[in-house]
């Protein structure tokens, strides 16, 4: 059976309503290699056309790009029914991790060196499918144009296809459309945090035909433990005989025809159950009740 599909911002591009955030499979506490890989050959399996990662998921600067890499192994060294041309991997850049720390760092030049970086660590034979700022500008160090001058580079050398951003808002996705065109916004929505529908983000997505690609779905690590305790969650997944994951991630869709969840997984029945949540739909009573309903 295929599963939903939407299309990437403005183009033919199809991919699924779901996708599988690779995090998990590349930072402290990841799986090992073999592991990581059998999770996503399973991805592939079930249909899923999206797979998000960075070239920051990785221990520290020395493991850098480690995601991207086990990406391309794991499309290299599948043998099932997916055709793997059909995948979109979507990588980020601007992100450095000095001794394991998250840092921001939106130099044009690096940026230059970071693209080139991630294109050689997904193959090197095709553009990357859709490449993201994985932050906004934390000071005025940079410009907008001055950071996507590089990425605008990048794209006349066929180094990226398309292009997103991430953690941005209304007023930086409209200046970043002056200087290229963008198909994806990636910001963090889930139960806990979901700004995005308020600040006018969603919206603005909407109206002008971006994907919308929602990370930390379950709210991280943390929370994702106490989601499974939540009365609410657990009497709605009785009654619709899933998860308290699956009704998040149904609540998340309900939200937008351009909302695309990007759950993590770091095990195969964890990717398993999330695309139960594509058969899920939600009536708007209970979807009312998760929207008041007080999260903690």
């Avoid at 249909?47 to 086990?70: M, Q």
């Avoid at 990406?71 to 001794?99: C, D, E, F, V, W």
């Avoid at 553009?127 to 907008?144: A, E, G, M």
Wanted: hydrophobic content about 35%; proline content about 4%.
């Amino acid at each position: 059976m295929e599963l939903p599909t939407i299309n990437l911002g403005h183009t033919n591009v199809k991919m699924t309503r779901i996708g599988l955030g690779s995090m998990p499979l590349s930072i402290n506490g990841r799986p090992t290699r073999e592991e990581a890989i059998n999770v996503i050959h399973r991805t592939l399996d079930l249909g899923i056309t999206l797979i998000d990662t960075a070239d920051a998921y990785c221990l520290d600067e020395n493991d850098k790009n480690y995601g991207e890499v086990l990406i391309y192994q794991a499309l290299q060294t599948y043998q099932g029914s997916a055709n793997i041309n059909n995948i979109i991997i979507a990588t980020k850049g601007g992100i450095i991790r000095p001794g394991g720390a998250w840092e921001t760092d939106l130099n044009p030049s690096r940026l230059r060196q970071a693209i080139r970086k991630s294109y050689e660590s997904l193959g090197g034979q095709k553009p990357i499918p859709l490449w993201q700022i994985h932050n906004s500008p934390q000071d005025n160090k940079y410009t907008l144009k001055e950071i996507f001058q590089p990425i605008c580079e990048a794209i006349e050398l066929k180094l990226i296809q398309y292009v997103g951003v991430s953690n941005f808002t209304v007023e930086q996705i409209k200046e970043v459309q002056t200087y290229v065109k963008i198909q994806s916004v990636q910001n963090v929505f889930n139960i806990f945090y979901h700004d995005s529908e308020n600040n006018g983000v969603l919206k603005y997505c909407e109206d002008n035909n971006l994907t919308f690609i929602a990370y930390s779905p379950m709210g991280g690590r943390r929370k994702h433990k106490k989601l499974k305790q939540d009365k609410l969650l657990l009497n709605l997944g009785e009654k619709y005989h899933c998860s308290p994951y699956c009704i998040i991630l149904a609540w998340i869709l309900s939200k937008s025809k351009c909302i695309v969840p990007i759950p993590g997984a770091s095990k195969i029945t964890s990717i398993e159950d999330s695309v139960k949540a594509l058969y899920i739909h939600l009536d708007q009573n209970d979807i009312e009740l998760i929207n008041n309903h007080k999260f903690t």
